[in-house]
């Protein structure tokens, strides 16, 4: 515990080290497995990969997900974070075939067996880093129960998924096109898949036709595909064309003979309205040849070469070799029209960062059309809700056309495939076969067919354990929308097709926090903020001009600061918004202290509201507490931050210590117990937001016991608009005295003469006088000014060093000062051009800003 007395700063790496090992201690996080779904509170934690350091996304989501349990944990409710983290194949599996390379070798000098060996020694070695890293945020998770995705118990769940949906015939074999990344050597999804833009050469290519009379012109940017050209396809009501159709062209340099096709698919605008089909290297080429029945020739092999199909020329070559090559030939032939510079998006393996090259491979594929129906029959149903809302249409677009999902990877590192080859015949299941002869499959399942089990399995699901009833279904998945379709969607389908119930009711899209330039953060740009150099201070990334280091602000500033970033639009980096965070911890030490150092240690948090004061903090501590809460449960965490910080900052720092200073400093045992009562509840109110601080000056409130984290709320106080009313009143009343002392000039400490000629203040004067440093007198002079104030005026009657020559001339700056603006912006909104041109919500800004100042200058 911090000495108070001689901690004036709070230290938060100090603190917060020790608060979460006290935690850790005292089993909070790791809840007996008792009670219902209903009365329980859950969220599975979206599985960081295994190779993983705390980003920025994980910083933000993991501070929602936190805020979200402990307000869970105040509201009574039995809670549990389930935990762990994700095998991540691909990532994890180039991360080992590095450290080989490194050494002189690779996985397959040194075998399967030995390489999945190597990579679970990794895993040991440095899979548990973002473990730590999710303690040092105050991530409060079921850190006792961490789950793997490659566990033993997870792995079973994992096979008995996979068997049970090849046997309703869900799963199956088939030679099919697929995104094959180059880069990892393996078929990925189409979801992991990323477009990019690129320039290429747009070749017109003459293909003559087989009659003699003339040539077919093709226009393509990869002719080193064409040697796969399995027919050309025109559209039906293409004019130019319409006589060719079920004629035949000859392929350049191959010499077969093409069929030349008419589909509704082809663009007539694109190149010359004619287009080559390569079913073998191209998705849509692939449904065209599926519906004319075209062969499927593939050029280019597996390893990024073209194969002997390509024939003996070009076999062996890269496809960047051939093609230059190709050109060659067609040159030498008179065969290239022409040519041009292309701009067009191309797909790219989101995993490896390779250009992505469509093969047809023998994979194993997942119908998925059956299993999406009851998802999004649950969206629909309103049981699962998207916030905000609009997510929901994205969700149903995808999932309404979703498409077959290849779930086989042609990896090492993975659940393999429970399927076993013997001659002709093909086994399926959780145990190997008996006899002999039997190979099982050499591939291992996408990683998100295993992350897609994530909220059963990880409770124990196939056996039904007392953690699968106690805490499934969970109650939401927090996440950012690039994992919708990747994870979400699959945990839907396989939750409800698995358990019978929804796993989730609420998905809460988060904000995706870009760089303060706007753009995305990442580590190889320059551009990514490591969250722990912010909370525990470190060098600055580059996208920072100023460069130096980050002070040390503590995990609650940047859990403050990420939080009131958050909305429901990507927002940009704000370091600002982190030293705000750090001023609210300090200003709720600092207040805490003058609080804690003035109290006899006897005195006790009790409700005892004998003044005006008294009554108003407790009804804007409940008013505080509803909106804080509300805005957390309606997953606003943005204004959830800032009706904490304006509470703090205004209605308990700024007027109710100020107010009730006299009677601390005068031992009044009533305002010491109501005072120890407004600060354990504004503690319990800022906990889910600021875990540390709070935590550690709990410890130090007389008489409280332990844990606040384990503090649940009591019964909710009535709210009492009278005393809201007066005390309101009298602020206004100081704030408007404050405000003409400054224009008058008056001397911060001197004291002026007024009376009061307004009602309602018989309550408050006394504090007004203190606050404002105004001796309220009878006497019935005439004033030398008037102060509106609600209900009336307070007159000044004078005072010592008083200027209102000086006061009359800061008036008149600021009349000016306001007529101007008025001007500027009613020329503005004058102008037909903005109005009609500007963005609605720009120019109904403009409108509320004149409506605001016209307001100010009647007010001046």
């Not at 001659?423 to 076969?433: K, R």
Request: charged share 30%; with cysteine.
């Amino acid at each position: 515990m911090t000495d108070l007395e001689s901690n004036s700063r709070y230290d938060p790496a100090e603190v917060e080290p020790r608060i979460m090992q006290a935690w850790l201690e005292s089993g909070l996080f790791h809840p007996e497995p008792e009670g219902s779904p209903e009365e329980n509170y859950s969220i599975a934690i979206p599985p960081p990969n295994v190779t993983g350091v705390l980003h920025m996304g994980h910083a933000l989501n993991n501070s929602i997900q936190d805020c979200l349990v402990r307000h869970a944990r105040r509201r009574g409710r039995r809670t549990k974070w389930i935990l762990g983290t994700d095998h991540a194949g691909i990532a994890t599996q180039t991360q080992v075939e590095r450290a080989l390379e490194a050494e002189g070798t690779s996985r397959e000098a040194i075998g399967r067996e030995a390489f999945v060996a190597r990579v679970w020694e990794w895993r040991e070695q440095y899979g548990r880093s973002i473990i730590e890293q999710l303690k040092r945020l105050g991530a409060s998770c079921d850190y006792d129960a961490e789950r793997f995705t490659l566990d033993e118990d997870y792995a079973k769940a994992v096979l008995e998924v996979f068997v049970a949906l090849y046997r309703k015939g869900y799963i199956y074999h088939d030679r099919y096109l697929v995104n094959w990344d180059p880069g990892s050597h393996s078929a990925i999804s189409d979801l992991e898949v990323e477009d990019r833009e690129v320039h290429d050469t747009l070749y017109y290519i003459d293909y003559p036709l087989a009659s003699g009379s003339g040539a077919i012109t093709v226009a393509t940017v990869r002719p080193e595909t064409m040697l796969a050209d399995t027919a050309i396809a025109v559209h039906p009501e293409d004019d130019r064309y319409r006589r060719l159709i079920g004629e035949k062209a000859i392929l350049p340099i191959v010499g077969r003979k093409l069929k030349i096709i008419a589909d509704e698919y082809v663009k007539r605008d694109f190149g010359t309205g004619a287009l080559k089909i390569t079913p073998g290297h191209d998705p849509n080429d692939f449904d065209i040849g599926r519906r004319h029945g075209l062969e499927q020739l593939s050029v280019i092999g597996e390893d990024g070469r073209m194969t002997e199909e390509a024939g003996e020329r070009f076999a062996g070559l890269t496809v960047s070799d051939a093609r230059d090559a190709i050109v060659a030939e067609l040159r030498e032939q008179e065969l290239v029209a022409r040519t041009e510079d292309y701009p067009h998006t191309v797909p790219f393996s989101h995993r490896s960062g390779e250009r992505i090259e469509p093969l047809v491979s023998l994979q194993w594929f997942m119908r998925m059309h059956e299993l999406a129906q009851p998802a999004i029959e649950a969206v629909t149903s309103g049981r699962v809700t998207f916030h905000p809302e609009r997510w929901k249409r994205v969700f149903l677009d995808w999932m309404e056309n979703i498409r077959p999902w290849c779930i086989s990877r042609q990896l090492w590192w993975g659940h393999r495939l429970p399927v076993w080859y013997r001659g002709e015949e093909t086994y399926v299941g959780t145990e190997p076969p008996a006899g002999e002869g039997w190979e099982q499959d050499p591939d291992v399942l996408d990683t998100w067919f295993s992350s897609a089990l994530w909220p059963f399995a990880t409770l124990g699901w196939p056996h039904q354990t007392p953690e699968l009833r106690a805490f499934y279904p969970t109650d939401v998945l927090s996440t950012a929308r690039d994992i919708i379709f990747l994870w979400v969607a699959r945990m839907m389908m396989m939750g409800i097709e698995f358990t019978g119930q929804d796993p989730f009711t609420d998905i809460p899209i988060h904000s995706i926090i870009q760089a303060p330039d706007g753009r995305r953060m990442s580590k190889s740009l320059g551009t990514g903020i490591d969250p722990l150099s912010l909370i525990d201070g470190g060098p600055r990334s580059p996208v920072f001009s100023e460069g130096g280091e980050f002070p040390a602000y503590g995990a609650d500033a940047v859990r403050w600061g990420l939080l009131a970033m958050s909305s429901g639009q990507d927002v940009r980096f704000s370091e600002e918004k982190v030293a705000q965070g750090q001023q609210l911890t300090n200003k709720l030490w600092n207040a805490s202290r003058l609080i804690l150092l003035r109290i006899d240690p006897a005195a006790r948090a009790a409700v005892r509201p004998g003044t005006v004061e008294d009554r108003w903090i407790l009804s804007r501590l409940e008013r505080a507490a509803a909106e804080v809460g509300g805005r957390i449960e309606r997953y606003d965490f943005s204004h959830a931050a800032l009706a904490l910080y304006d509470f703090v900052y205004g209605e308990l720092c700024d007027w109710y210590l100020e107010l009730i200073k006299p009677r601390l400093y005068d031992g009044d045992p009533d305002a010491a117990a109501t005072l120890l009562h407004v600060l354990t509840e504004t503690l319990a109110i800022a906990h889910p937001i600021i875990p540390f601080v709070t935590e550690e000056i709990y410890s130090h409130v007389p008489g409280a016991e332990g844990l606040l984290a384990a503090r649940t709320r009591g019964a909710a106080a009535e709210i009492d608009e009278r005393a809201e009313e007066s005390l309101g009143r009298a602020i206004e009343a100081v704030q408007a005295l404050r405000a003409w002392r400054d224009l008058a000039g008056v001397k911060v400490g001197a004291r002026i003469t007024a009376r009061i000629a307004a009602g309602g203040y018989d309550e408050t004067a006394e504090h007004i006088s203190r606050l404002a440093r105004v001796d309220f007198s009878g006497d019935g002079g005439e004033p030398v000014a008037t102060v509106p104030v609600p209900g009336g005026a307070i007159e000044v009657l004078g005072g010592q060093e008083l200027d209102l020559g000086a006061a009359e001339r800061k008036l008149e700056e600021r009349r000016a000062k306001r007529a101007a603006e008025i001007e500027r912006a009613e020329r503005k909104l004058a102008n037909q051009g903005f109005v009609a041109k500007a963005p609605e919500e720009v120019v109904r800004a403009e409108r509320e800003k004149l409506e605001r100042l016209r307001e100010e200058l009647d007010s001046l």
